[in-house]
């Protein structure tokens, strides 16, 4: 299994609060993301970084920022939370080379819930 | 724009085969995947096909026909624990670019 972490695990907030939740992976990969899963939308694309400093928008990137400092964690911040943002969150790893028989593998999640 | 269909849930018997479309339109197409995800898990790499044809591994096969916009994913032999999430993604040109199905669920009943 690709060693990737996310922290917290669960988490409870109240609307308008700041979060931020950890993606640390132990595989040296250059891409990381952050998606979101929710139920009839399957998984959808927050933010991307294809390496330190480089970050870019995906599908659902409004409420949300990322960094990425070092190589190894990815961070996604909720400015403010809201009750919409009440998800499943995946962080997953690629290293996208040139071969395109890379994939994706994926952190355990986190559960968050804005009350 | 970008669209990826599969069915929303399946059923099948313990033993028996079971086949789970997709159909995708999206811009530009660098590959298929499909995942694996039980409830409360992380999804899991399956299968990837790029070109046209079955790619086999063991009780698991994915087809593609890039003309039709069209894959299917075969699970033969089911077992209780195949009952899961079926993810279809699609990577598009850029590498960044993974689109994903709203996923099947499938259950498998003794």
């Known amino acids: 299994d690709a060693g990737i972490t996310q922290s917290p695990r669960h988490k409870v907030t109240e609307t308008g609060t700041p979060v931020t939740l950890r993606c640390h992976q132990t595989?040296?990969?250059?891409?990381m993301y952050w998606y979101r899963q929710d139920p009839g939308h399957g998984l959808r694309l927050i933010h991307y970084?294809?390496?330190?400093?480089?970050?870019d928008k995906g599908e659902v990137s409004d409420g949300y920022s990322v960094s990425r400092s070092k190589t190894e964690d990815f961070l996604l911040t909720l400015e403010s939370a809201t009750s919409s943002q009440t998800s499943v969150y995946f962080c997953?790893?690629?290293?996208?080379?040139?071969?395109?028989?890379?994939?994706?593998?994926f952190g355990p999640g986190t559960r968050l819930t804005v009350l | 724009g970008q669209n990826i269909d599969q069915p929303t849930e399946m059923t099948a018997t313990e033993g028996a085969i079971v086949q789970i479309n997709c159909t995708y339109q999206?811009?530009?197409?660098?590959?298929l995947f499909w995942y694996q995800q039980h409830a409360g898990e992380a999804p899991t790499f399956l299968s990837y096909?790029?070109?046209?044809g079955l790619e086999e591994k063991g009780r698991f096969s994915s087809f593609l026909s890039r003309s039709k916009g069209y894959s299917y994913l075969l699970l033969k032999e089911l077992q209780m624990k195949d009952s899961a999430s079926y993810l279809c993604?699609?990577?598009?040109?850029?590498?960044?670019?993974?689109?994903f199905g709203p996923g099947t669920r499938l259950s498998v009943l003794p």
């Open positions: 970084s294809y390496g330190v400093k480089d970050t």
């Open positions: 993604a699609v990577k598009g040109n850029y590498g960044q670019n993974f689109v």
């Open positions: 595989e040296n990969h250059r891409y």
């Open positions: 999206t811009s530009g197409f660098n590959g």
């Open positions: 096909n790029v070109l046209d």
């Open positions: 997953a790893i690629a290293n996208q080379g040139l071969a395109s028989t890379d994939t994706q593998y």
